[in-house]
């Protein structure tokens, strides 16, 4: 390692997963091209990496704010690349980090360029999942299995219920990230987590009308409602809940369906909504081993499927529509279409709606690795998901953004109310 080379991280080294940190090297040689990489393990002990290379200026300095990537995983300036574009050697992985105790760890080097690639210089970026003073609490509580989240301070803070439901499980990443931004999570598990079912074949809406009561009594919630963030299959459901549940006051649905999918719904043990199903057959083999399933969800407007399709207009709160127009899992943005042409047909002006052009499907919170395929548990084989990385890495910081924005302006919190609970 050569002593006068400096690999520094600004403003720190310790920051939250979904801030950004700025890469600027000193000491090289005056135009001297060198190689950057970043290495991660994510909480399956996958490794991920990426790398990139560099021509530093007059001066011998590199700022990846200022410089371009001339190859590597990215080309062009690309301040945050490194960790966007970073990739398993293996095939079809995506990158795991659901317990918001584990911290996203990077480790940045900085190697010359030719021959074996002596290493000239290092550092550590530690990401952070939960932020100073965040309360973490598993709930086991009645039927509730999750986390709570709670901001420090005593707020009142706006409540929200994160659906990060299917595929097993819980994941902790987004709601611990939120409680950091201000607001009181609770992210629950529908079934695979703690003593629930492995597997599901319906979904209750009383499990999350629970959840909802439960999270309208914390302490320092100051919201006459909850907001409700989903993705994915978890659109549907979080739908079903502004539509059906009294108390949800905004509710942000990404990349979902219009109809309830996949699984019959259920509210007071009466079957309410119907499942939209899939044709598998319709999936589309591709040259890298994964599939093409955008088009194999049964026609939702079909006379048929009437009965899967959520009635959207009895919802009293807000939406925000999210849609990634490359989306290969299924055909988000014409889901999306559909809906606002519904609410509109009502006479109803309660949402607002962004879509990202060349974006894929896991739209997460910023600066994690790209997937551009990994396993569908329905499917039972591995799917593309869709996005160009460096406009779907965009998007992502602009989603993350407009997430938080959208809740602030529509969870209305009450002081007195949270004073009356302390």
């Keep these: 390692m050569s002593s006068q080379v400096r ?69 062009g300036v690309e301040p945050m690349g490194l960790l966007w574009s970073m990739r398993a050697d293996t095939l079809h992985r995506r990158f795991i980090k659901t317990n918001s105790l584990n911290h996203h760890v990077v480790n940045f080097s900085l190697h010359e360029k030719e021959g074996e690639g002596r290493m000239l210089a290092e550092a550590t970026n530690e990401r952070l999942l939960i932020g100073d003073g965040v309360s973490r609490l598993p709930i086991k509580e009645g039927n509730i299995r999750g986390v709570l989240f709670n901001p ?31 607001f009181v999570v609770l992210t629950v598990a529908l079934y695979g987590h703690d003593d629930m079912a492995g597997n599901i074949k319906e979904v209750h809406l009383d499990y999350f009308e629970e959840a909802i009561e439960f ?103 807000r939406f925000l529509f999210v849609a990634s127009e490359d989306d290969l899992n299924w055909d988000s943005k014409a889901y999306m279409d559909q809906m606002v042409e519904r609410l509109q047909c009502h006479g109803k002006d309660n949402f607002e709606r962004v879509s990202y052009p060349a974006a894929g499907h896991y739209l997460e919170p910023p600066y994690g690795p790209f997937c551009t395929s990994s396993f569908h548990g329905v499917a039972g084989k591995p799917v593309l998901w869709g996005g160009e990385p460096r406009s779907h890495a965009a998007a992502e910081v602009h989603l993350w953004k407009k997430i938080q924005e959208f809740f602030r302006t529509h969870l209305s919190c009450d002081v007195t109310q949270t004073i009356a609970k302390l």
């Excluded at 690999?7 to 940190?21: H, I, Q, S, T, Y």
């Excluded at 399933?293 to 207009?313: G, Q, W």
Aim: charged letters at 20%; one cysteine or more; glycine letters at 10%.
């Design 152 to 182: 420090p301070g005593r707020g009142p803070f706006p409540a929200l219920l994160d659906l990060y439901t299917f595929g097993g499980g819980l994941s902790e990443k987004r709601a611990s990230l939120l409680a950091n931004r201000g």
């Design 215 to 317: 999270l309208k009594k914390q302490d320092k919630v100051g919201s006459k409602g909850v907001g409700v963030l989903s993705l994915s299959k978890s659109g549907d459901v979080a739908l079903s809940i502004a539509s059906y549940l009294p108390g949800v006051e905004a509710t942000v649905w990404i990349n979902g369906c219009c109809a309830n999918t996949l699984l019959p719904l259920y509210h007071k043990k009466s079957q309410i909504l119907s499942a939209l199903m899939m044709d598998i057959s319709k999936m589309v083999p591709t040259e890298s081993g994964a599939f093409m399933s955008k088009n194999v969800m049964h026609n939702p407007l079909a006379e048929e499927n009437k009965a899967t399709l959520v009635p959207i207009e009895q919802a009293k709160g």
């Design 7 to 75: 690999l520094r991280l600004l403003p720190r080294a310790r920051c939250m997963f979904d801030e950004p940190v700025q890469v600027k090297v000193a000491g090289l040689r005056a135009r001297q091209v060198v190689t950057m990489r970043a290495r991660s393990t994510d909480d399956k002990g996958l490794v991920f990496s990426s790398s990139a290379t560099y021509k530093a200026d007059g001066s011998g300095e590199i700022d990846l704010e200022r410089d371009p990537s001339l190859s590597g995983s990215y080309v």
